[in-house]
Every structure is written in C-alpha cells, then in structure tokens.
C-alpha cells in the first residue's frame, strides 16, 4: 500500500514509524504504556491526570520516567476548559500541564475541548504541532481556523467519552464543508483493532488511527487482568451508552454493576444539564463521581466501571504492546 501524503506528514508530525496513536486514557494511560507504543514504533500520548493523579507521578518527573524508557517521541494532552469560577483552577493547571511539556522537549500535544487558538500560538512559537479533538464538522472548522497542523475525528465507535456520527460520516463532512489540503492529516478515533479496520480508515482518507481500547488489553497497561478479560471477551453489543459518567455519552461495557446503576442520569439531573445556568457545574460534578469510579475499577477487579469501544470485536488477546503494532502493520501492506 503507497503512504498518502496526510500519513506522511503525521508521521513527520508524530516522528512516529506507524500512523497508531494510543490515545490518552483515564484510566490506562500509565506511563509503561505510552513509552511502549511509541518504543514499538507507534505513538504514546500521555493523559496528564492519569500520570499524577491515578498512578501517582508528580507530572514533570512523570514526563522524565517515560523519557528514560523511551528514546521515541510521545505526545500529550490538554484539556482546554473555561476560566469560569466552576473550573478556573483546572483551566489554569491543564496550561501548566501545556507548558511544562514544552520545556520537556514534547513536541506534539492533542488537545481536547474547548478553543485551541492560544495553545497553538504558543506551540508554535516552540516548534511544537498541534492536533485537537472533534466530533462534529463545525467544530473542526473551528480548530482549522485555529491554525491546528491536524484533526483527531472522535466517532460512535470509540471508548470513552463517544462522538455521535461513523468514522466515514464525520470525515466526509469535514471534508464536504473544508477545502482542506490533501496532507492535512486527520486520525480516525474510535472502533479499531485491526488490520483490517487500519486500512479500511487509511482508504478513506484518514492519515492513522487512534487507539485507546486495543491498548488497554496490553501487558503494559496498568489495569486490573478482570478489566483486560471483560475487553478480550466483551462483544461489539456488550457496549453501551451513558450519560451519567460525564453527563455526556460514554462507551462502557455493559457489566452487572452498569446495568445496576442504570445507563441515564435522573429527571433531576437531567434538567441540571441541560439548563446553561447548571449544566457545567453538573458536568464537574458527575465527573469527579466518575474519576472516583475509573480509579476503583483500574485497580479493583470488583469495581466493573470499564469503558471500552466498539473494536472489541477484533480483540481476543491480551498482547504486549510490540505484537499489537506488529500486527496492525499488516494493514499498511
Ligand atoms: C478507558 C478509556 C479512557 C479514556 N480516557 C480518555 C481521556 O481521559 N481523555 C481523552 O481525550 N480520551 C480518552 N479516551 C479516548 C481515547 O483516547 C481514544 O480516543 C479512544 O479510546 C479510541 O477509541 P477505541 O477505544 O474504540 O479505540 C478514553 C478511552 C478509554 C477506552
């Protein structure tokens, strides 16, 4: 298979061998994990408050660890959040997490959420590439008008916090509202464990994949074994959607505990999200109830709050992460 001229230029983006980004993950994005993908060729990026807060590294000598496992270069990433009264404080701790990362000699970081202008200002006056996060063409509008060097397509299919459209919906209608150049490179996130799904996605013109859900399913990852079996076993039906992780929808596999706990936030709170007075407020909340149960399930094989994707389907193993890639390179053929 020849490289499109977006695979290239990720991989110039990236410095990576294969265009396989293991996304950020809370939980699973421990630092063995990312140094291992990108030692194996693909591209590790770091979810800073999994680094400190979940596997207990102070965020700078957590970057240093992973730089004395790996020569490859990895990414990050950074929430971007308001300077509302409601988050200020994280708002400010995500741009610290930016800058500290750049000082470390990071040349890529991923960003998610809100307007990625004053990021990639600043990261490019270091030399540093940006790429942000988006579910919906308009949003991805507003990132390239942003000057972002790249596109992360979130989709249905993905673990985690989920996009609504399918990997070829979204892409096409990036496509249809931009005249974006040919390399402009965009990443299919969401769904994919294969080969197969590797070069399906490299055929409709996405430049690389990222990957969240296979990774986890490593020997590297630092998750309980009873959450890597529940991967290796789980179905494409076995996951489903909830709202009330993050007040938005996520993509669990749908255990005893899940089904006990119901899939939908209350009248109540269903109300508080969606009024614009209450909504980010009820958003925070939701979310540090959520951190407290993705911090018990990374650990506690009794705790079965396990977010995964779709691509479960294709994963009947736990691999280290060198097999993992070994085998997606079997798609680039
Ligand atoms: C357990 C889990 C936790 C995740 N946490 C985050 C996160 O904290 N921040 C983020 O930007 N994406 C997060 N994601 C999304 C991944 O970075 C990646 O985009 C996604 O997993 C790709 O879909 P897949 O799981 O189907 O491969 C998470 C995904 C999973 C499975």
């Known amino acids: 298979m020849s490289v499109s001229a977006a695979s290239k230029r990720l991989l110039r983006d990236t410095g990576a061998r294969l265009p396989i980004v293991c996304g950020p993950m809370y939980p699973g994005s421990n630092p063995e994990l990312v140094a291992a993908v990108s030692e194996a060729g693909g591209f590790g990026v770091v979810q800073p408050i999994a680094l400190t807060r979940l596997y207990g590294h102070d965020y700078r000598e957590g970057l240093r660890y992973i ?38 000699g990071v040349k890529f970081l991923l960003t998610s959420l809100g307007k990625p202008n004053s990021i990639v200002e600043k ?15 308009k949003l991805a509008l507003r990132a390239i008008d942003a000057g972002v060097d790249g596109l992360n397509l979130l989709n249905s299919s993905m673990g985690g916090q989920t996009g609504q459209y399918s990997p070829s919906e979204i892409i096409r209608s990036v496509q249809e509202s931009h005249s974006t ?24 013109g996405y430049a690389g994949v990222q990957c969240g859900t296979r990774f986890l399913a490593t ?47 209350n009248s109540f709170v269903s109300y508080l ?15 540090k109830g959520a951190l407290e149960k993705y911090d018990q399930a990374a650990f506690d094989p009794n705790v079965q709050y396990w977010q995964a994707g779709k691509g479960v389907d294709g994963i009947d193993a736990v691999l280290k992460c060198e097999e993992v890639l070994k085998k997606f390179e079997e798609g680039l053929k």
């Open 219 to 265: 020997e590297e990852a630092k998750i309980t074994d009873a959450y890597k079996n529940a991967i290796v076993q789980a179905k494409r039906d076995d996951i489903v959607w909830t709202n009330k992780m993050a007040g938005t929808n996520s993509s669990v596999i749908y255990t005893d505990m899940v089904a006990e706990g119901g899939l939908r936030t």
């Open 67 to 104: 730089k004395s496992l790996t020569s490859k270069p990895f990414g990050v990433n950074i929430t971007i959040l308001p300077k509302t009264a409601a988050s200020a404080r994280y708002a400010k701790m995500n741009e610290e997490f930016a800058d500290i990362a750049i000082e470390e």
């Open 273 to 287: 999200l969606r009024n614009s007075m209450t909504k980010s407020l009820t958003r925070l909340w939701l979310l």
């Open 181 to 204: 150049s040919s390399d402009f490179p965009m990443l299919c996130a969401g769904g994919i464990s294969t080969a197969t799904d590797l070069s399906k996605m490299l055929d409709l």
């Open 123 to 137: 990261a490019h006056q270091h030399g540093v590439k940006v790429y942000h996060d988006v579910h919906n063409s």
